[in-house]
């Protein structure tokens, strides 16, 4: 397992933008592929990106694509989640997690169950 710290949540307007971080603490985090999840009130934790341990492949889900982008910095222990293009609907908390990487990570990465890490989540708040 590895320690995970997200930040950079806030209230922001309609079609602004923000970028979440995930620093890691205690294990080489390229070893780990990382998932971001977001909640919001009254429903599931839902998959939202996914990055491999170096980063050469990722996966978004079907909402964000093309409005967020997934990245890691290995160097630096930190993967982003850039936000742009934001609506109400992406109101939620966000959680980042992470898992030493594994041979199912290409059909797995969007299931919750699969990661052991988690961060304890930052707000997203978007204003209509």
């Known amino acids: 397992q590895v320690q995970l710290v997200e930040s950079g949540g806030g209230l922001v307007q309609a079609g602004g933008s923000l970028r979440l971080s995930c620093v890691a603490a205690?294990?080489?985090?390229?070893?780990?592929?990382v998932a971001w999840f977001r909640q919001a009130p009254g429903k599931e934790r839902d998959f939202v990106a996914a990055i491999s341990r170096t980063g050469s492949v990722t996966f978004h889900a079907d909402s964000v694509k093309d409005r967020f982008t997934v990245s890691r910095d290995n160097a630096n222990n930190i993967v982003y989640l850039q936000m742009s293009s934001l609506t109400a609907e992406d109101t939620a908390v966000y959680y980042c997690?992470?898992?030493?990487?594994?041979?199912?990570?290409?059909?797995?990465?969007?299931?919750?169950?699969?990661?052991?890490?988690w961060g304890q989540g930052t707000q997203v708040t978007v204003s209509a």
């Open positions: 997690a992470a898992r030493l990487m594994w041979t199912n990570f290409l059909n797995d990465h969007a299931k919750a169950e699969v990661y052991d890490s």
């Open positions: 205690g294990r080489t985090f390229g070893d780990f592929a």
